[in-house]
Nanobody
Framework: VQLQASGGGLVSPGGSLRLSCAAS????????MGWYRQAPGKERELVAD???????NYSDSVKGRFTISRDNAKNTAFLQMNSLKPEDTAVYYC???????????????WGPGTLVTVSS
């Protein structure tokens, strides 16, 4: 079981990006899926997460600008980032609790980071 993230890149302030995170392998189901980020010299922080039932949770710094969603049939979560600011620049990491085909829950699984750079 692994998480695969995509969608990072360079964008101008005020622009938008969409990140995707897919759980693959011997996956039965995915519980909470979330995005964290880590800026240079700072600790990793929660950006947003979403339950399997679709209930989102956002950090105050991204409320109103970012939207997290998911497609349970595809074990995929999305992070739509609008009105991006230079302070959103960071490596973004996907995180999830995954139940594999054997019924074992893999908690706090991390995907590889994807770099988001907001700069003019």
């Amino acid at each position: 079981v692994q998480l695969q993230a995509s969608g990072g890149g360079l964008v101008s302030p005020g622009g938008s990006l969409r990140l995707s995170c897919a759980a693959s392998g011997r996956v039965r189901s995915v519980n909470v899926m979330g995005w964290y980020r880590q800026a240079p010299g700072k600790e990793r922080e929660l950006v947003a997460d979403i339950t399997s039932g679709g209930i989102p949770n956002y950090s105050d710094s991204v409320k109103g600008r970012f939207t997290i969603s998911r497609d349970n049939a595809k074990n995929t979560a999305f992070l739509q980032m609008n009105s991006l600011k230079p302070e959103d620049t960071a490596v973004y990491y996907c995180n999830a609790d995954v139940r594999n085909l054997y019924g074992f829950v893999i908690r706090n699984l991390w995907g590889p980071g994807t770099l988001v750079t907001v700069s003019s």
